[in-house]
C-alpha cells in the first residue's frame, strides 16, 4: 500500500480539515506530518463545528487509527486543550490516536520567544500564530530541541537547562517582560504533560510502514500551505517546517517511492493570513464580500484572512513542487453570486510578462487577469455534479486546462454532506 498526501497549495486555510474528515471512511491511519498549533483546521457534521490544531482531522470517525508524526511539534497544554473540548461533545480519544516520541515539544519559553522576536521586528513581523512554532522549530534544526520520547528520563533537567538558556535570549537579545506569562504558561504547561504522557507512544516511521505492509491504507494530512513552505513559500514570510509533499516524507519516516495519490486543495479564490506577499490581493469591496460570504477568519487566531482572486501563476507553481495528481476546490459556494469571476494568469513584471513564480512577490507584481463568467445561482444545496451550472462546469474545465490535473472533488459549503465527489476521483 501507498501513503496519499493531502496538502494545501496556497497560504493555508483551504479546507483541510474538512475533506480529510470526508475522506477518512476511505483509509485506516490518517497521519499528521508537519507543523503544529498554528494550524486549524475545521470540521462541522450533525450541528458540530469543531477546530483541530494538533490532533488529525480523521479524530472523528470510529476505528481510526490517527497519528502524529516526527514532524510535527506539539504543544502539550494546547492538546490538553483539544482533548479537553473533545470530551465536552462525546469524543474519547484515547483509544485512536498515537503519538511519535521524535515529534518535538513547544516549550513555553519557545511561545514567549516567539512573541519576543515578533514584537523586535515591528513592521517587518511575519504574522506568527504566536504558537511558538519558529522557535521550536529552530532548536530542533540546531539540534537542542526536545522531544516527546524525552518526557520519561531526566525531563527535568533537560527542560531547565533549555529554559534558563531561552531566558538568556528573552533578557539579553529582547529584554522582553516574560516573568508573569512564564508562570502561566507553565502551570498549563506541565499540567498537559501528564495528559501526554498518557497517550500511545510510538515510533512512528515503524508503526506506519508496518501499517502500509499490513495492507493498511494511510492518508497523510498537511498543515499550512505551499506558499507557507520554508524552502518554496514566500520567504521569509512563512512557517519553519515543509509543507509540501516531500515532508510527508521526512514528518511520517516514508519512503519517497511510497507516496500514492498527492491531493491539492485550494479555494476557488484565495486567501492569507499574516504578513508577506499576496499578488492578486483585493483592498476593494470585492475583497471585503469575499472574507463577508466565505467567512474568512482565522480558525486560530480569528484574523481577518486577507482576500483575493485565485492566482494561477502560484497555484501551478504548488502543483509542479507537489506532484499534484488530483485537485480538490474548496468554497466553490463563496462565488455563488458574482456576475464574473477574475483569474490571475500571469505576472507583468518591469513591463514583462512571466508565467513563472519569480524569486520573490514583490509589489513590482502586477497580475494579468482573465475573465470567465461567474453562476450567479446557490451551489450549497447542491448534491451531484450533473446539478452544477454550466458556467460552474466552464469554470472546473478552464482550471483543469490550464493546470492539467483533474479536480475530482468539489466542495459547496462547509459541512461534511456539502462535498461533491466526481466520478474522476
Ligand atoms: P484548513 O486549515 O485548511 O483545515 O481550513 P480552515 O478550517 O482553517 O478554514 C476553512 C474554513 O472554510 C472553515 O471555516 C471551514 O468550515 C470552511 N469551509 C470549508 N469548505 C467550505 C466550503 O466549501 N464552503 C464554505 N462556505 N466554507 C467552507
Ligand atoms: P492551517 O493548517 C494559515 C501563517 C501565519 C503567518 C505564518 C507564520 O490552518 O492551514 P507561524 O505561526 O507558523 O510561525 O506563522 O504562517 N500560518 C497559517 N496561515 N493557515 C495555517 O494553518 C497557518 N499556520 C501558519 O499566519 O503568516
Ligand atoms: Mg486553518
Known sequence: MKVDVLLGLQW??????????????????????????????TLEFNNIKHVLHTIPSGIFRENKINVIGNGVVIDPAI??????????IGFDISENLYVSRKAHLILPTHRLLDAASEAAKGKSKIGSTLKGIGPTYRDKIGRDGLRVGDLFENFDEKYNQRKEF?????????????QEQLVQFEQEWFEGIELLKQYKMVNS???????????????????????????????????SSNTVCAGACTGLGIAPGKIGRVFGIFKAYCTRVGMGPFPTELFDET???LRDVGNEYGSTTGRPRRCGWIDMVALKYSIMVNGVTDLIMMKTDVLDNFDTIKACMA????????TELPYE??????????????WNCDLTEVTSEDKFPDALKDYIRFIEKETGVNISIVSVGPNRNQTIIRDSF
Open 361 to 374: 512577490l514583490n509589489e513590482k507584481i502586477e497580475p494579468v487577469y482573465t475573465e470567465v463568467p461567474g
Open 287 to 289: 475583497g471585503q464580500k
Open 79 to 88: 492538546f490538553r486543550k483539544e482533548i479537553d473540548s473533545l470530551s465536552k
Open 12 to 41: 493555508g486555510d483551504e479546507g483541510k480539515g474538512k475533506v480529510v474528515d470526508v475522506l477518512t471512511p476511505r483509509y485506516d491511519v490518517i497521519a499528521r506530518f508537519q507543523g503544529g498549533p498554528n494550524a486549524g483546521h
Open 166 to 178: 531561552h531566558i538568556k535570549q528573552l533578557e539579553k537579545f529582547y529584554e522582553f517582560d516574560y
Open 205 to 239: 516511521e515503524q508503526f506506519i510502514n508496518d501499517a502500509l505492509n499490513s495492507g493498511k491504507s494511510v492518508i497523510a494530512e498537511g498543515a499550512q500551505g505551499t506558499l507557507l513552505d520554508i524552502d518554496f513559500g514566500t520567504y521569509p514570510f512563512v512557517t
Open 347 to 354: 505576472y507583468k513584471i518591469n513591463g514583462e510578462l512571466t
